[in-house]
């Protein structure tokens, strides 16, 4: 019976290498297509092999108990009492549990320029790629979440900040297509506001907590944004600390994180643990809050 079972399982894990080479052929078919129609414990064996990593959420239950320890023994009661609203508010909008129950994957970093594209092909899902969210009370600093369809890294597909600028100089992002100027190269860039609401189904408009720190760093993310244009894109994304390059989500942490105190840093990775942070992250965030949201 024991030579049976390695028998079978080394039959399993050859079949799974024939696999994940064949995906790497010329001529390949969908990436993702190939993935999906494979049984979850071949799926997740090639993730793993192909040096995929997962997303892990904290062994928590709701937005509420992301708000650290530290946070409610300092924070001054009435900014606390807006921390928690925001909490329950990201409850009544998107329930802790639907969202945890989402399997997140960060592709490898050979495998994340051809998933991307992949997605980006197929708009990421099957909206109608237009949202109406008002950027009235934009600010900057305020963060930027998009979805359009569940992307194998979470819920929200992309982020990005606002700058303020007019027209095309609004908002910043790294993204790893083109940007509206035309620009072949991936990388850190301008977009128009348009450019939000255009292209996905979804959209929200995030506003930063900077406490312990002045509002000020808001303004000072976007800056940190601004001198970050024309960095390419950073495909690994399992390493949020480097500075030569920058993936979405990364940029906006960033700026954040670089620009604050060394004895209050103002993190907005829920994970702060993990060396990656993807757009979800950004969301989960006891530090964020919603200024504007739409379909």
């Known amino acids: 019976m024991k030579r049976l079972l390695v028998f079978v399982l080394s039959i399993l894990v050859a ?73 329950m508010e990201k409850e009544m909008e998107q329930p802790f549990a639907d969202m945890a129950k989402i399997n997140r994957w960060i592709p490898s970093e050979k495998d994340f320029a051809k998933v991307f594209r992949e997605q980006a092909q197929s708009k990421f899902g099957s909206g109608d790629g237009h949202n109406a969210c008002s950027f009235s009370s934009a600010s900057k600093g305020d963060a930027l979440l998009v979805h359009d369809g569940v992307t194998v890294w979470g819920f929200y597909a992309h982020a990005g900040i606002w700058y303020g600028g007019t027209g095309s100089y609004a908002t910043i992002e790294s993204n790893a297509n083109e940007s509206y100027f035309g620009d072949p190269n991936p990388g850190v860039h301008y977009e128009p506001a348009s450019h939000w609401n255009d292209d996905y189904d979804y959209c929200r408009l995030m506003r930063v907590n900077t406490w312990p720190l002045s509002t000020s760093y808001r303004a000072k993310a976007a800056d940190y944004a601004r001198d970050q244009l024309g960095k390419p894109y950073n495909f690994n994304w399992v390493w ?24 209050a840093r103002i993190d907005i990775d829920a994970n702060p643990a993990d060396t990656w942070v993807a757009p979800d992250e950004l969301y989960y965030s006891w530090r964020t809050y919603t200024v504007a949201s739409s379909w």
């Open 240 to 263: 949020k600390w480097d500075t030569s390059k920058f993936y979405c989500s990364q940029l906006v942490w960033a700026g954040y994180y670089r620009t604050s105190k060394w004895y």
């Open 15 to 87: 079949f799974s290498f024939a696999s994940a080479r064949d995906m790497d052929r010329p001529g390949q078919e969908n990436l993702l297509e190939k993935l999906q129609q494979m049984a979850p414990p071949e799926r997740e064996a090639t993730f793993h092999q192909r040096g995929w990593v997962q997303v892990q959420l904290p062994y928590i239950h709701s937005y509420q108990d992301l708000i650290p320890a530290y946070v409610r023994e300092n924070m001054p009661p009435e900014m606390l009492d807006k921390v928690i609203q925001a909490a």
